[in-house]
């Protein structure tokens, strides 16, 4: 139980292009999906928390209109990387969790994104 | 959420126990201690977690001191597909609290 699925795995755009990432909770209704970001030889860095049927809550110094996150249904979280460029390349990896108070988060298999 | 500190690399033989320390100081009372790994290029994978007692699954055991400042994840018998970054994260139960990750311990294990 608790799976989490990611698509697109890999994707590679042009600058200035908009990508979008598709984040699934697959046996389980996930109210709050969370979206990090992860650099080589780096940690993951918790971009912000996705809720159904409300606006996204974004980490210190990550740009809501940059990152556009839509949490449309229990099951599905975008996260939308609008006018890509270079640095936005990374590993973007969602995560979700049932609603008890301990419950752990299981992740997505990640989506590696480079801009070129 | 309470800080932890993990070391930073470790390295362990194939079949031997894997013991992974974590450091919590300033835990507070309702927050619960959780074990991730994370494999070269994939998403991180759940371990194991707990709040103050020892726990055991199928993947691994979670030894937490009686003062809950510190705890040890072990893997019984370390296989090689074990070598993985292994995050140590402590959390607490309300809605806003999150999952944030520090360094972690990279895991070898050595044939």
New interface residues.
């Given amino acids: 139980g608790a799976v989490v699925s990611q698509h697109p795995s890999w994707v590679i755009c042009k600058s200035g292009t908009s990508v979008k990432i598709e984040c699934r909770s697959l046996d389980f209704q996930a109210t709050t999906m969370f979206w990090y970001r992860q650099f080589p030889k780096q940690s993951l860095m918790l971009m912000a928390t996705s809720n159904e049927g409300s606006k996204a809550t974004y980490e210190q110094g990550v740009e809501k209109d940059k990152f556009l996150i839509n949490h449309a249904s229990l099951t599905l979280s975008t996260l939308t990387v609008t006018s890509a460029h270079p640095e936005d390349s990374s590993f973007y990896i969602c995560s979700a969790r049932g609603d008890i108070g301990n419950s752990p988060l299981h992740f997505g298999n990640g989506t590696r994104l480079t801009v070129t | 959420d309470a800080k932890t500190t993990q070391p930073t690399s470790m390295d362990c033989a194939e079949g031997r126990a894997a013991n992974l320390p974590c450091n919590h100081s300033t835990i507070s009372g309702n927050e619960?201690v959780?074990w991730?790994r994370?494999i070269h290029?994939?998403?991180?994978?759940?371990i194991i977690?707990g709040?103050k007692n020892n726990e055991t699954n199928e993947m691994a055991s979670l030894i937490i001191t009686e003062d809950r400042k510190s705890s040890t994840l072990i893997l019984p018998h370390a296989t090689l597909r074990d070598t993985a970054v292994y995050?140590c994260i402590v959390r607490g139960?309300?809605?806003g609290n999150?999952?944030?990750?520090?360094?972690?311990t990279s895991l070898t294990v050595i044939p």
């Fill in positions: 619960y959780y991730y994370q290029s994939q998403g991180p994978q759940y977690h709040l995050y139960t309300n809605t999150q999952f944030y990750f520090g360094t972690g």
